[in-house]
């Protein structure tokens, strides 16, 4: 399975290059990242900063394609880098972009929008990196059923519908619109609100699902009964996404994915969830990972999955799919800055 690399985090394998090879190797990142086409030594040549000679050139694609670093179709075609090749840059070359203050401002004042609410927090977030990187974004909270409920509200919409407001451990924030089945004034909610805070404060989320409808106390009095009934089908009408999604059509507009034949199994991969959502959940809290190539399911071969798992008693991840060829050092920055933000704000 793909293994996450880090920006600083060598490894023992990785190649000593000299400096032709690493001038070479960047090169070809370069040019290959613009294209998405096989790049030739003649075309490596003809960059103003590479002063070799085109045997020299040719040499050092061969002792990088030795090395793992490069591949190609067959022994004449132009050479690109391989997912090797990519983890290694990403581990020993990349330095992640500055991100520019007005920029970092823009992602302030579009997350602080959505900040009442997590699941609106987290799908700003998957839109917010889908504008911004012009690839897939994604954010994921894992299941919410083991934390406690740690206050409640209820809020009138109108004669017909309220606001149930549960506030999690974490601080985490959970609302439902709740459908009536008779209409309920504010006094009604607000004693309604009472009795569901004695019963159900200190549970876990999964424990109030079915306390909702067993508890013989939410039943006895009919504002309850009524508030609890249509908070249970609240819940089944609107389960809770493991995965935020946004940009599909930044992947199919990259070269890699014209072909529809590539591009449905790979969307259909990130509607499911798995293995999308538990892979950003596991990286390392509080640090970008990329995972390069990911093989845990063939349709997302030759993508890259860069992530940024939250640090905090909640599961949450936001992250970035996309092609190998990802512009890594800006989709890093941005990643760990929609990240950060969405922790400092839940």
Same mark, same amino acid.
């Given at each position: 399975?793909?293994?996450?690399?880090?920006?600083?985090?060598?490894?023992?394998?990785?190649?000593?290059?000299?400096?032709?090879?690493?001038?070479?190797?960047?090169?070809?990142?370069? &040019?290959?990242g613009?294209?998405?086409?096989?790049?030739?030594?003649?075309?490596?040549?003809?960059?103003?900063?590479?002063?070799?000679?085109?045997?020299?050139?040719r040499s050092?694609l061969? +002792? &990088?394609?030795?090395?793992?670093?490069? !591949?190609?179709?067959?022994?004449? *075609?132009?050479?690109?880098?391989?997912?090797?090749?990519y983890?290694?840059?990403?581990?020993? +070359?990349? !330095?992640?972009a500055?991100?520019?203050g007005?920029?970092?401002?823009? @992602?302030?004042?579009?997350?602080?929008? *959505?900040?009442?609410?997590?699941?609106?927090?987290?799908? +700003?977030?998957?839109?917010?990196?889908?504008?911004?990187?012009?690839?897939?974004?994604?954010?994921? $909270?894992?299941?919410?059923?083991?934390?406690?409920?740690?206050?409640?509200?209820? $809020?009138?919409?109108?004669?017909?519908?309220?606001?149930?407001?549960? %506030?999690?451990?974490?601080?985490?924030?959970?609302?439902? @619109?709740?459908?009536?089945? *008779?209409?309920?004034?504010?006094?009604?909610?607000?004693?309604?609100?009472?009795?569901?805070?004695?019963?159900?404060?200190?549970?876990?989320?999964?424990?109030?699902?079915?306390?909702l409808?067993?508890?013989?106390? &939410?039943?006895?009095?009919?504002?309850?009964?009524?508030?609890?009934?249509?908070?249970?089908?609240?819940w089944?009408?609107?389960? !809770? #996404?493991?995965?935020?999604?946004?940009?599909?059509?930044?992947?199919?507009?990259?070269?890699?994915?014209?072909?529809?034949?590539?591009?449905?199994?790979?969307?259909?991969?990130?509607?499911?969830?798995?293995?999308?959502?538990?892979?950003?959940?596991?990286?390392?809290?509080?640090? #970008?990972?990329?995972?390069?190539? @990911?093989?845990?399911?063939?349709?997302?071969?030759?993508?890259?999955?860069?992530?940024?798992?939250? #640090?905090?008693?909640?599961?949450?991840?936001?992250?970035?799919?996309?092609?190998?060829?990802?512009?890594?050092?800006?989709?890093?920055?941005?990643?760990?800055?929609?990240? %950060?933000?969405?922790a +400092?704000?839940?």
């Amino acid at each position: 399975m793909s293994q996450p690399a880090f920006p600083g985090g060598v490894a023992r394998s990785d190649p000593d290059l000299t400096e032709r090879q690493r001038q070479i190797f960047m090169s070809l990142l370069e &040019l290959y990242g613009q294209s998405a086409r096989p790049v030739s030594s003649e075309a490596v040549g003809r960059l103003r900063r590479i002063r070799w000679s085109s045997a020299s050139i040719r040499s050092a694609l061969a +002792e &990088l394609e030795a090395m793992g670093l490069v !591949t190609r179709e067959h022994p004449s *075609s132009g050479r690109w880098p391989s997912p090797s090749g990519y983890a290694f840059y990403v581990r020993t +070359e990349l !330095t992640p972009a500055e991100i520019p203050g007005e920029l970092l401002s823009e @992602v302030d004042e579009r997350l602080r929008r *959505s900040t009442h609410d997590v699941e609106q927090l987290l799908a +700003e977030a998957s839109r917010l990196l889908s504008s911004l990187t012009r690839q897939l974004g994604l954010a994921v $909270a894992a299941s919410l059923d083991r934390e406690k409920v740690a206050n409640l509200e209820l $809020a009138p919409l109108d004669p017909g519908r309220a606001l149930l407001v549960l %506030s999690l451990g974490g601080g985490v924030v959970r609302t439902v @619109v709740l459908e009536l089945e *008779s209409p309920l004034g504010r006094s009604e909610l607000g004693e309604a609100a009472a009795v569901l805070r004695e019963r159900l404060i200190g549970l876990d989320m999964s424990r109030v699902r079915v306390a909702l409808g067993s508890d013989p106390m &939410l039943a006895r009095d009919t504002a309850v009964r009524i508030v609890a009934q249509a908070a249970r089908s609240g819940w089944n009408r609107q389960p !809770t #996404p493991a995965l935020f999604s946004a940009g599909a059509g930044n992947i199919a507009a990259q070269p890699e994915f014209a072909d529809s034949r590539r591009l449905e199994p790979l969307l259909r991969v990130v509607e499911t969830g798995p293995p999308l959502s538990r892979l950003m959940v596991e990286g390392v809290e509080g640090q #970008p990972a990329v995972r390069v190539s @990911v093989d845990e399911d063939q349709a997302l071969s030759g993508c890259s999955l860069v992530s940024y798992a939250l #640090p905090g008693a909640i599961r949450l991840a936001v992250g970035v799919l996309g092609p190998m060829r990802m512009d890594y050092a800006r989709v890093i920055a941005l990643v760990e800055a929609v990240g %950060s933000r969405v922790a +400092e704000y839940l």
